[in-house]
């Protein structure tokens, strides 16, 4: 078995290169609300040309049951809805600069969106959670596990619900 000696300048690189790392850890622990070093976020709802670009689409879908409680409404904003699936992806950033990123892609889920181009604040609750901003629920509510069911409805600018969906067997 051969012995790795360090000379004295490649001592003092790794000794000064864990202490940064060390640092760095425990100040952005400091730093950061919650105590965190890694921070773990959701994409926003795009359209569905960007998710096409990001290669994250997978399929356009249409509920399997539909509740217009508000006619007017819901007419108004039906042709500019754009429902579909895309993967369920997170990315996760680490520590206070967060210049490290790593995306995070989970088999077993799907992204459930429901996008309004247009907006004029519009809100989506799915199964009875937190309603969301239409197009910018940075959330983990739109994921779902392939094969469930869900209950969405959109709610307007007074959270007033206009339509209620059902999608059954969600992504198979």
């Known amino acids: 078995m051969r012995k790795v000696v360090l000379k004295k300048g490649s001592q003092i690189f790794l000794v000064t290169s864990i202490t940064i790392v060390?640092?760095?850890?425990?100040?952005?622990?400091?730093i950061i609300p919650g105590g965190k070093f890694i921070y773990t976020y959701y994409p926003t709802?795009?359209?569905i040309n960007v998710a096409k670009d990001k290669g994250s689409f997978i399929k356009e879908i249409s509920p399997s049951n539909i509740n217009i409680i508000d006619?007017?409404?819901?007419?108004?904003?039906?042709?500019?809805?754009?429902?579909?699936l895309c993967k369920d992806l997170?990315?996760?950033?680490?520590?206070?600069?967060?210049?490290?990123?790593?995306e995070i892609e989970n088999p077993?889920?799907?992204?459930?969106?429901?996008v309004k181009s247009n907006i004029d604040i519009l809100y989506v609750?799915?199964?009875?959670l937190l309603p969301v901003v239409m197009g910018d629920s940075n959330s983990d509510f739109k994921?779902?596990?392939i094969g469930s069911n869900a209950i969405v409805k959109i709610l307007d600018k007074n959270r007033k619900e206009i339509v209620r969906m059902y999608f059954s067997n969600l992504g198979k």
């Not at 609750?125 to 009875?128: I, K, L």
């Open 22 to 30: 060390i640092l760095y850890i425990l100040i952005s622990m400091w």
């Open 125 to 128: 609750q799915y199964d009875n």
């Open 108 to 114: 077993d889920f799907v992204c459930l969106n429901i």
């Open 90 to 102: 997170s990315y996760r950033r680490y520590g206070f600069f967060q210049f490290l990123k790593r």
């Open 45 to 47: 709802q795009t359209p």
């Open 143 to 145: 994921f779902f596990k």
């Open 71 to 84: 006619s007017l409404s819901y007419f108004r904003i039906k042709n500019d809805l754009s429902i579909y």
